[in-house]
Structure formats: structure tokens, C-alpha cells
């Protein structure tokens, strides 16, 4: 455990122990650590935890340092014009020291202290143009008057950097953002503050008894699904895009990582013990805290559903008003094929939705409906006895078998279609909604026209069942939505071809508040960026429009890079152009169409979630799903 957040541990305090000296503004040298943080706060972005950040700048004219106190200032130019005597507006300011290389009245930059590695490193605004040679000079500048001279490396955080790297190491020691992402020991995923019992439960199989609402569970391994508990802290870190992110961030409960969780011998004696969990961007708190067992009384959540509609509905009859006859995925996946007649990239082909009607039949027929009203009218207590009725609902679903008019209109449609192979997925009224994300709840299933393995049937089966799952139905409980109203369509398309890229992106910037900017999560090949295997880090990235910062051109900020693809990006520049254009295309043409606003919500804040892909062939974009983010 690091000395700072051992500090914190079992109490609440300032950041630090030393007393903030607020008529320290400035120091043109740092000789000891005591110095740095009566200067430091938190940084403008909070993509790395536990982090505390100064500001500096040279004086180029006058040749002098100075190193800023980052509570008083929180921009640069608050500095330059209230202790400098700059005279000029933010705008002319703007101009002069991030783009114009030769008549720059400032050098700008921050130093960053990693608290879990003792690093520090300097990093410039993502927007900064600043050429080699002045980079250089900064830095040696730093260098020659901080005590962490040998500790000082230079961070690679945009492309434009990373590719002034051969000439910058000549000179310099850098540090790419994987080697930032690799030292740091926290993050915070969802942040909060929770009463409960603290359990240490190093994996959700093994658990001797089950997991209560009223738990505070620490564990090793990344579950496959978020329980129903009031915190969760975990050894693994997690890509912001995740699943298990997703959920944490939709039900508002405190999630952090923090990789020496087990090895901690004073964390461990809070084991079982009521405890206080408070997570922050850059830390956590835990002490101990008197029982409350506390009482939740959750409004009761009513669907509307269609199931009138029997006929199948092509990709381009779908809209956003079809989602209580299709379910939010199919009908969102009709928006984004509409998009696409006039965009640049693809959704996958032969893509239609089933109604609600034909899952109801199923219902019917099978007997589930009347053992899902039973389940309503008496829900069980205990865990067991829920699992026992939710498989025999599921065991109905899957053993009996499907209407044979249905069958044979979809053996048509597939046999038409000039494609083999087809993704069946879960499309319900009960997922990718505003307030309800249901990320990874539902199932979806691969059909082969060629594999007896892999029929219609089962497919349709499997999907249909999953809405009876214990982890969807324990989530819906946690929300509110009434059981009665739930229902599974079906969205169709043939399987996606072999990918180069795979990947997640929110449209709005989630590190820094009101700040324009494209969340990206990408990873070579097929592997899966939403369910990651240990271990596995993908690009994480942040893509910025085009502003008179960057002289107008699209800026991409690197926070990690793939394991798997030798540290180089997995997409190019111009994929990454390509790709950003279309999700502003797609999130403009939502906002108009399909979009409820909430009161003071502003465009640049309002995010969706979507997932994309590009082919391993052609290298073509496509897009195969959208929802709102939830956060």
C-alpha cells in the first residue's frame, strides 16, 4: 500500500499532511517533495489516479522558470495575466504559446508525480505544438531546478509526440502512456461513498455463502457480472468501457481498483466489519462505521410493449419509435443504418428484427408464461430458490420447439439473404435505455445455415430464455422495472467477417467536465474490449475535434496502448479520422431523431455508447450498435 494512501486509511483528511501555504504562488526551484506539494492539486483530466500535478512555465523573453501552485491557478493564462502582467485576451494568448513554434512568449507544460512509483513526468496540453527543440529546452530547464532531476521523464501522450520520439530520445528520457498506465496502483470506476459489511472474496465461484445488498465485497478477479452489492473494489484494473463499467456507472455505487487491495495487512483486519467506503477520482477512504442495514423502497418502473406486430421488420423499416415492438437494440440499429445511407461506414448486412409477438407465443406455448406469473405473484427470498424457478422458465423456452411459420419465414429470409452465418441478438424493451443500460445481461447466439449445432432454433431459443437469467432479472429488481412488461425481440444480421480492429466508443469526454472530446477503446483482432481475458490492455484513447489550439486539426490523446500490437496504435490516423467524423454524424443525427433531452442538458455533454468494428479485409468501418450512456 502507498504511504499516501495509507495516510488516508481509517480517517478523513486532507490530501497531504502538509498545510497548504496559500500566499505561495510560485517558486522558480523545488529542492524537496515538501515544496512540490504545497504546489500540487489534482490535474484537469482524471484519467490516471492518485496523481498530484503542478503547473509551470518558462518565461521565454526573460529566460525564467517558474513552477505554479495548482490550487491557485487552474489554467495557465490565470497565471501569465495575473502574475506576469500579460496583456492580451485567452484568445491571442491561445494563438501565441500553443501554435506559433517561433514567437511563443511561453513555454507551457505540467509536472505530474505518480504516488504509487515516485515518477514525474512532464506532459504538455494535447493541443501544444510545440517542436523538438523547444521541448528539449523545457525539460532541461526542469531538470536543472527540481530536486527529481532523475525521476523526470517526458511524456508521449499524442501521436504527434509519439512520433517525435526517436529524435526526443536522443536528447531526453521519455515515457510512453503504457508506461504511466503500468506503474499506477488506482483507479476509480464509479465514484461514491457506501455503509456495508466489508468481504474479502477473492473469486465470485468459490463464495461459501452468497453475496447480501448490504456487502462491501474486495475481490481478485473481474466478475462476469456486477452482483447486487453497495461497493465493489477489485485487483484488476478495468478498461472505462467495459461491461462490469458500464453497470457500476448506471447504478451509482462506488467501484474502485486498487492493486495492492490483498497485500494490505490493515485493510485485512477490517474483514466482515461495517464499514464506510468512500471512492474518489484520485483515492479512497475506508474506516469502520456502525451497522445500517438501511431500507430502499424503489418505484416501480411500467414498459410499454407492441404485441400486435407479427411480421419481420427489415433494417430500413426500423425506427426509434419501434422499440416496444422491437426492443431498443433493433430499433437503434435502424437509426444507424439510416445514417449510414448518407455516412462512410457499414452496419452489418441482412439485418432485420423479430417483434415481441413471437416471443410471447413462444411464452405461451411453453408454459413459461404461466410459471413467470407465478414468479411475480410470489417472488422467492432466497437466492436458491429463485435460480431453481428462473432455469425451469428457461428450460421451457429452450425445449420447446419453435412456431413452424416462423421457422420457415426466417429459413427464407436466411437462405435469400446470400449469407451463411447470422447473429441473434437480444433486443428487449429492458436494456439500452436512458437510466437503464443492461449491459452484457442478455445473450446472443451464432446461427450456421451449415451446422447442425447451430440452428435457428437454438438460436432463437437461447436469446428468448436469456431474459430469465438471474443476473438480468436481479438487475431489473435493482431498478425497478416491473417484470410483467419485460420482453425479448430479436435482432438479426449476418456474423461479422474476421476483424482488424474491434472497439467501444462514448461520445463525450468522461476525463474532464464539459470538454469537448471522443472516448475510444480499441483492440486488435477480435479481441473482446467490453469482456477483456487478464491481463489484456487495449488503446485507450481520446479523439478532439479540430479547434484553433491544434490549428484546426483533429488531435488524438494516447492514455494506453494495446499489448498486443507491439505499442503501436491498432488504427491509423486516417481510420481514427474516419471514425470520428462518422460518430459525430451518428450522435448529431440522434440528438434530432431519438433523443428526449434532460433539462440543461447540453449537446456536448449528451453521450452515446457505441460498438464498431473494422473488417480484417477491406479495413471498413462498421457500426453495430448505439445506445445512450448512461453515467
Not at 198 to 211: A, C, H, M, Q, V
Not at 252 to 261: D, E, F, K, Q, S
Not at 360 to 367: D, F
Amino acid at each position: 500500500m502507498t504511504m499516501r494512501l495509507r495516510l488516508f486509511l481509517l480517517t478523513f483528511i486532507c490530501c497531504s499532511s502538509v498545510v497548504i501555504l496559500w500566499s505561495q504562488r510560485s517558486l522558480t526551484s523545488l529542492t524537496d517533495k515538501k515544496q512540490f506539494l504545497q504546489l500540487a492539486g489534482q490535474p484537469l483530466s482524471s484519467k490516471y489516479g492518485n496523481i498530484a500535478s503542478i503547473k509551470l512555465i518558462i518565461d521565454t523573453k526573460k529566460e525564467k522558470l517558474y513552477f505554479i501552485s495548482s490550487k491557485n491557478f487552474r489554467y495557465h493564462y490565470d497565471f501569465a495575466t495575473q502574475q506576469l502582467f500579460y496583456p492580451y485576451d485567452l484568445y491571442v494568448f491561445n494563438e501565441e504559446n500553443y501554435n506559433a513554434a517561433s514567437k511563443r512568449d511561453y513555454l507551457l507544460a505540467n509536472i505530474n508525480c505518480n504516488e504509487a512509483s515516485g515518477m514525474y513526468y512532464l506532459d504538455l496540453s494535447v493541443f501544444d505544438q510545440m517542436p523538438a527543440n523547444r521541448i528539449i529546452q523545457l525539460f532541461e530547464a526542469v531538470k536543472a531546478n527540481a530536486y527529481f532531476s532523475e525521476q523526470l521523464v517526458f511524456l508521449l501522450n499524442t501521436e504527434r509526440l509519439i512520433a517525435l520520439k526517436p529524435e526526443l530520445d536522443k536528447h531526453i528520457k521519455t515515457a510512453t502512456p503504457s508506461d504511466i498506465y503500468a506503474a499506477i496502483d488506482y483507479q476509480a470506476i464509479s465514484e461514491g461513498k457506501v455503509k456495508g459489511r466489508l468481504r474479502f472474496e477473492p473469486n465470485f465461484d468459490s463464495l461459501k455463502t452468497p453475496l447480501l445488498a448490504t456487502d462491501i465485497v474486495f475481490t481478485k478477479a473481474t466478475p462476469e457480472y456486477l452482483p447486487t452489492v453497495r461497493g465493489l473494489m477489485l485487483t484488476a484494473f478495468q478498461t472505462p468501457l467495459s461491461h462490469l463499467v458500464i453497470l457500476a456507472k448506471n447504478r451509482h455505487i462506488p467501484i474502485g481498483v486498487y492493486t495492492r487491495l490483498y497485500n494490505d495487512s490493515l485493510l485485512r483486519t477490517l474483514d466482515q466489519q461495517w464499514v464506510e467506503l468512500t471512492i474518489l477520482s484520485d483515492t479512497f477512504y475506508i474506516k469502520k462505521a456502525e451497522v445500517s442495514l438501511g431500507t430502499t423502497n424503489v418505484k416501480k418502473v411500467h414498459l410499454k410493449k407492441d404485441l400486435e406486430t407479427k411480421s419481420l421488420i427489415a433494417a430500413a423499416d426500423l425506427e426509434p419509435k419501434l422499440a416496444e415492438t422491437v426492443g431498443n437494440k433493433a430499433a437503434n440499429f435502424g437509426l444507424l443504418y439510416t445514417v449510414s445511407q448518407s455516412g462512410n461506414y457499414k452496419v452489418p448486412e441482412a439485418g432485420f428484427a423479430i417483434p415481441f409477438y413471437w416471443y410471447e407465443e413462444h411464452a405461451k406455448r411453453s408454459g413459461a408464461d404461466e410459471l413467470i406469473r407465478k414468479l411475480i405473484a410470489h417472488p422467492p427470498l432466497d437466492p436458491d430458490s429463485l435460480q431453481l424457478q428462473l432455469k425451469a422458465i428457461r428450460k421451457c423456452f429452450t425445449k420447446t420447439k419453435i412456431d413452424t411459420a416462423l421457422l420457415h419465414q426466417l429459413e427464407n429470409r436466411l437462405d435469400d439473404s446470400g449469407f451463411r452465418t447470422f447473429r441473434f441478438r437480444s433486443s428487449t424493451n429492458a436494456e439500452d435505455a436512458a437510466g437503464f443500460s443492461g449491459a452484457g445481461l442478455y445473450a446472443s447466439k451464432t446461427v450456421d445455415l451449415d451446422d447442425c449445432n447451430k440452428t435457428i432454433s437454438e438460436g432463437l431459443q437461447t436469446v428468448w430464455a436469456s431474459l430469465w437469467s438471474y443476473e438480468a432479472y436481479i438487475e431489473r429488481t435493482y431498478f425497478g422495472i416491473a417484470d410483467e412488461d419485460v420482453a425479448m425481440g430479436v435482432l438479426v444480421h449476418r456474423s461479422f467477417p474476421d476483424e482488424a480492429a474491434n472497439g467501444v466508443a462514448i461520445t463525450k469526454n468522461i476525463y474532464r467536465e464539459s470538454y469537448a472530446g471522443f472516448i475510444i477503446n480499441v483492440q486488435k483482432g477480435d479481441v473482446s474490449v467490453v469482456t477483456p481475458p487478464a491481463g489484456i490492455i487495449c488503446d485507450q484513447l481520446v479523439l478532439y475535434p479540430a479547434n484553433e489550439l491544434s490549428a484546426f486539426k483533429r488531435t488524438t490523446e494516447v492514455i494506453t496502448t494495446s499489448n498486443l500490437n507491439e505499442g503501436k496504435l491498432v488504427l491509423s490516423d486516417t481510420e481514427l479520422e474516419l471514425l470520428q467524423s462518422e460518430l459525430e454524424r451518428i450522435k448529431r443525427y440522434y440528438w434530432k431523431h431519438a433523443h428526449t433531452p434532460k433539462i440543461n442538458e447540453e449537446y456536448d455533454t449528451f453521450g452515446l455508447d457505441l460498438e464498431f468494428k473494422f473488417s480484417a479485409v477491406t479495413r471498413e468501418l462498421y457500426i453495430k450498435q448505439v445506445r445512450i450512456y448512461n453515467d
